[in-house]
């Protein structure tokens, strides 16, 4: 019985010191923090805020929950380690869906840029083909001048691009394709108008 | 012995109970959690990046505090500490997320009201750009002004504050450069004593027509106007175009320039090249002095001359001329008509401190 006893005490003794020397996943926090990073370094705080917002979330749960096993007589740290698991394979999931918005987003500023360059170029053929007279020749040097404005911001847009401000090249192009399409539509309103008092005048005569 | 067994395995299992048994944690926790994310949610790390690091951490600490204490025998734990750290923390982040709240609000209405001077700036010089021949040499800096007002906007839409207020001041350069420009070619047009010169010379015509049937023809440059006095009366007012840079005061051949001054017609031209026209006696000897003096001075060079032909023409009121004045044809022959050689001719920038430009740079 003594034995017995002996035994039961010895066995409880190597549960308990097995339990309680088991190790928190610190290599696979490490390599789940790191992925983390690395999606995070590719872009995933601009193109996706709210995925990595959630995965950050989860890898705070794992850490309290790492501490909360640390604390405790019979550690367990498979609940941690699933944690950890599905944090990495998260980020680890998310780095295509960074790499497909990315080269979205560049492909509409690259768009956006060449959608804004046939705008102005548009419109200084417009003001080019302009039946130039006294009564036009201040206007159409005013539009140049609107338009050399407009040539001058292109460049910036180029440069956003290349710097990957992407969302902002997108913007800014739309601006200034916005403007360059005003500038379109006064050159037709002022040919129209000359047209127009054209028609006036002959019938006058 | 079985005594012994049987006391051994219930304070083992007593022990096991005890450490695994749960006494709840305080609530105050989700509540700071939630808080938390919605500091986060709302930009805290923008608008108050060092409190929110702040608390953040000290969520941590106390997170890591709570469970140091969870981890303590079940008889021995007091989440009391906690609580009341909790409870303070709250507290903390009630007063972070208004301010957050407060912050962001202010930020939106700093960048509002910019956005607002800007856009009233640039519609002002765009207004008087667009009003005058010489607008030209503004435009190309207020396009990029525009361009800038107009993304800075966009950036606005996205709560992007401090980027916005950086294309503002970009923007503030080039309305800046703008007006630097305009105010070169009409700042005149806001001095006066200029203003006072002119209004002099407006006197003058309206006298000489005074007690004659003859008439007085005035042309004021920035209204664009030109006026028939006859008995000290405005008889008749016509729109006009004038020259290219026709709110400078002529000083040499070429310069496009309408000149200011007292003339007279010295010539009717029937078959004139723009429908029919009256040459006035451009250069003066007031002209001739300002010539000789600038010529002094360095201002024109020894080679330039100083322009002939000056007249007032048809063709069209608007068209830019080379420094004439140009009225439509159906004005002109009216004019023509009136008109004599020796009609007193008489042309100022402006009759009135009241003007376009002043009203612009007023709003500046």
Redesign the interface.
């Known amino acids: 019985m003594k034995k017995q006893v002996i035994k039961i005490l010895v066995g409880l003794m190597l549960v308990t010191g097995a339990a309680g020397c088991a190790k928190p996943p610190t290599e696979e926090m490490n390599a789940s923090q790191a992925s983390i990073q690395a999606v995070t370094s590719e872009g995933a705080n601009v193109y996706a805020k709210d995925e990595l917002a959630g995965l950050q979330k989860e890898m705070a749960a794992a850490q309290d929950e790492i501490k909360v096993q640390e604390g405790k007589l019979f550690k367990n740290f498979d609940k941690a380690k699933e944690m950890i698991a599905k944090a990495k394979a998260g980020a680890e999931g998310l780095k295509p869906v960074v790499a497909t918005r990315k080269e979205e987003a560049k492909q509409n500023a690259i768009a956006g840029l060449a959608a804004a360059q046939a705008a102005v170029t548009e419109a200084k053929d417009l003001l080019a083909n302009a039946p130039k007279g006294k009564g036009t020749s201040a206007d159409i040097e005013a539009m140049g001048a609107d338009l050399n404005g407009l040539s001058e911001s292109l460049p910036g847009v180029q440069s956003m691009i290349d710097s990957a401000d992407y969302f902002g090249a997108a913007d800014k192009a739309g601006v200034i394709s916005q403007k360059a399409g005003e500038v379109s539509a006064q050159v037709k309103a002022a040919m129209e108008k000359m047209a127009a008092s054209k028609k006036t005048s002959k019938k006058k005569k | ?2 005594h ?2 049987f006391a ?2 219930l304070s ?1 299992l007593w022990l096991f109970v005890a ?1 695994c048994s749960n006494t709840p944690i305080p609530s105050e926790l989700s509540l700071v959690a939630s808080q938390e994310e919605m500091l ?1 949610r709302d930009g805290a790390s923008i608008y108050a990046p060092e409190e929110f690091i702040s608390i953040c951490k000290e969520h941590r600490d106390i ?2 505090r709570l ?2 204490e ?3 025998f079940a008889w021995f734990r007091n989440y009391e500490l906690a609580q009341i750290e909790y409870r303070y923390l709250a507290d903390r982040g009630q007063l972070l997320l208004q301010y957050v709240k407060d912050e962001r609000a202010r930020r939106n209405n700093s960048v509002t009201s910019s956005l607002a001077s800007h856009e009233k700036k640039s519609a002002a010089l765009l207004t008087l ?2 009003s005058i ?1 010489e ?3 503004a ?6 002004a ?2 800038l007002i ?2 800075a906007r ?2 606005l839409e996205k709560e992007k504050h401090k ?1 916005a207020l950086l294309l503002l001041n970009d923007a503030e350069y080039y309305l800046k450069s703008a007006e630097r420009s305009l105010r070169v070619v009409a700042g005149r047009y806001t001095d006066r004593s200029q203003i006072s010169h002119w209004q002099h010379l407006v006197e003058a015509a309206r006298r000489e027509s005074r007690g004659s049937h003859a008439p007085s023809i005035l042309v004021s440059k920035l209204d664009r106007k030109l006026i028939v006095f006859r008995n000290g009366v405005e008889t008749h007012t016509y729109r006009v ?1 004038v020259g ?1 840079n026709g709110l400078k005061d002529k000083l040499r051949s070429g310069d496009q320039a309408t000149p200011e001054g007292r003339y007279r017609v010295v010539k009717k031209v029937p078959g004139s090249h723009f429908f029919r026209a009256l040459l006035i006696n451009y250069p003066n000897e007031e002209d001739l002095r300002a010539f000789s003096l600038a010529k002094k001075k360095g201002i024109v060079s020894k080679r330039a001359g100083i322009g002939s032909l000056l007249e007032i023409h048809g ?2 009121k ?4 080379d420094g004439c004045v ?1 009225l439509d044809n159906r004005d002109m022959a009216e004019i023509f008509e009136m008109a004599n050689v020796g009609t007193p001719v008489t042309i100022v920038g402006s009759m009135s401190y009241d003007n376009i430009v002043s009203a612009a740079f007023g709003k500046l």
């Open positions: 012995m079985r012994l067994t051994v395995l083992l450490s986060r997170k890591d469970f140091k969870q981890a303590r750009a667009c021949n607008g030209r040499v435009r190309r800096s207020l396009t990029r525009e361009l107009d993304e966009v950036l980027s175009g290219r063709g069209g608007d068209g830019v001329t140009a």
